[in-house]
Every structure is written in C-alpha cells, then in structure tokens.
T-cell receptor, first 113, second 114 residues
Framework: QKEVEQDPGPLSVPEGAIVSLNCTYS??????FMWYRQYSRKGPELLMY????GNKEDGRFTAQVDKSSKYISLFIRDSQPSDSATYLC?????????????FGQGTTLQVKP | EAGVAQSPRYKIIEKRQSVAFWCNPI?????LYWYQQILGQGPKLLIQ????????DSQLPKDRFSAERLKGVDSTLKIQPAKLEDSAVYLC????????????FGAGSRLTVL
C-alpha cells in the first residue's frame, strides 16, 4: 500500500463547476498537508498547506483535512479554464530541515469553457 | 526573487550513456532536493541536501546515480549508465531553513533514454 493515494483522473468539468480533489494516506504521523499545482511541462507550485485537521480557505480554494479518516480534500469554487492542471497532494514526513514530502500520484483536471 | 534554475531542459540519450543535470536553488535556501517524476506519477525524492551534506538518499539508485552539492549552493545529478526506466523529469527544488513543507521547484529536466 502506498503511503499517499490519489485518484489520477482525468477529471473534466465545465467552467464554473465546483471541483473536489481528494487524497487518502496511511501514516498517522503526517502533520503538514500540502496541495501543489503542476501545469504541463512546468514544475509543481505550492497552492496551499494546512497543519493538522481543519479547513483553510484562500480565494476560490479550500483545503480540508480530516486526520481521523486520514483523508484530505481540495475544493475549487467557480472553476476556470486556467485551473486546468495536475493537482498533487503532498504530506510532510518528519520535521524541520530533515522533513521530506511524500507526493500522491496527482489528479489531472480539465475545465472546459 | 529568482526561481530555481535547471539545465538542460531536455536531453535525449541512448541507454548506457551518461547524463548530468544542473540546479541552482533560490538564494538563501539551505535545503536542496532532487525528485524524479515518471510520466503519470507524482514526484519521488531521490536525494536531499542540507547545505552541502546529504540528509536523505535512501531512494537514490547509488549504482548508477550520484549527486553532489560541493559549495552548498549549486548541485549536479549524474546518471551513469542510463537505463530505459530512467526516462523521467528530474525536478530540483529548494526550501528555506525549517520550511520543508514549502518547496519551490524548478521547471525540470526531461530525460528520454532510447
């Protein structure tokens, strides 16, 4: 079993739809939970991160962590064609300068005009 | 601030040949990472440096891969000899001290092994 599981999709939605992206994990020691966005032929860029359980909102994006279920989500409201990308969840193993990120497989999202 | 610089962007080689990738991290970022991203998969950590010391290289295939960061700034990742399964994008990333959850990635070096 992988430490981080993510449905690769692809996920195709019409412009303006609400998008839900999800990951599950097996290591209960993870404390930081990140979402990275990766456009085609580019490196991943950090969208947002949360520490422990709860919700965090940033504009049209909301990250949600449920540690009891080992489940994290990213919601995108009013999706735009520019949101078309691969979304990678990542979790921090360890801490401080020696921590390392464990990535999910990534979900490819296409938002159609 | 300038981003993470990587070169070359693309490289095509035959199997058993060698290749080297270069990375220049963001100024002041003490931690540098090399990730391998195979098509359709998430990035997998190959090696992590703290300044010029290795923090984690547990997933680096040491029989063919090597990496160095001699002066605690630039880094080079080498593959010799390359195998078909090494075809991937090699991503370099860096982070501030204590900021292991906030990585800034370069655009990557895409390797095709024929």
């Amino acid at each position: 079993q992988k430490e981080v599981e993510q449905d690769p999709g692809p996920l195709s939605v019409p412009e303006g739809a609400i998008v839900s992206l999800n990951c599950t994990y097996s290591n209960s020691a993870f404390q930081y939970f990140m979402w990275y966005r990766q456009y085609s032929r580019k490196g991943p860029e950090l969208l947002m991160y949360t520490y422990s359980s709860g919700n965090k909102e940033d504009g049209r994006f909301t990250a949600q962590v449920d540690k009891s279920s080992k489940y994290i989500s990213l919601f995108i409201r009013d999706s735009q064609p520019s949101d078309s990308a691969t979304y990678l969840c990542a979790m921090l193993h360890g801490s401080g300068n020696t921590g390392k990120l464990i990535f999910g497989q990534g979900t490819t999202l296409q938002v159609k005009p | 601030e300038a981003g993470v610089a990587q070169s070359p962007r693309y490289k095509i080689i035959e199997k058993r040949q060698s290749v080297a990738f270069w990375c220049n991290p963001i100024s002041g970022h003490a931690t540098l990472y090399w990730y391998q991203q195979i098509l359709g998969q998430g990035p997998k950590l190959l090696i992590q440096f703290q300044n010029n010391g290795v923090v984690d290289d547990s997933q680096l295939p040491k029989d063919r891969f090597s990496a160095e960061r001699l002066k605690g700034v630039d880094s080079t990742l080498k593959i010799q000899p390359a195998k078909l399964e090494d075809s991937a994008v090699y991503l370099c990333a860096s982070s501030r001290p204590g900021g292991a959850n906030v990585l800034t990635f370069g655009a990557g070096s895409r390797l095709t092994v024929l």
